[in-house]
């Protein structure tokens, strides 16, 4: 059983790098985004049938995201306001991840994956 879950693995592991292989910077911040909000929406899943498990690696997965991803590739002093705004609301959804994820609450991974879209939206707005 333990086998067959590593395989899972390194088959995912394979389609996410070829995922964002040859990505330019800009697809790959909205990869980033749309693999954050895929991970939100499983780990809601997994809240509802009580997968606590499932739950918490995919809240994982999203906060690294968040916060390695995302947050990590800000230039606060390039990017200005709009960086250091951008720098706060991942804070703001990486600590609200985890109480989310400590309080079993459904309305705040909603919450959160609606920041994400919004930011997604602007994102994609942007000619790289």
Excluded: C
Excluded at 56 to 75: E, M, V
Excluded at 79 to 86: I, S, W
Excluded at 90 to 113: F, G, K, S
């Amino acid at each position: 059983m333990e086998s067959m879950k590593m395989a899972v693995n390194a088959y995912q592991n394979v389609q996410v790098d070829a995922a964002f292989l040859g990505a330019s910077p800009h697809e790959l911040i909205g990869k980033l985004m749309d693999r954050a909000i895929e991970a939100i929406a499983e780990a809601k899943e997994q809240m509802r049938s009580g997968d606590i498990s499932g739950k918490s690696q995919n809240i994982k997965i999203a906060i690294a995201i968040i916060t390695d991803g995302l947050r990590g590739s800000l230039n606060v002093e390039a990017g200005g306001e709009l960086a250091q705004n951008l720098d706060n609301l991942y804070d703001y959804m990486a600590r609200q991840l985890l109480n989310a994820h400590a309080q079993n609450n459904l309305a705040v991974l909603d919450e959160i994956v609606s920041l994400l879209k919004v930011v997604k939206s602007g994102w994609d707005g942007i000619k790289p």
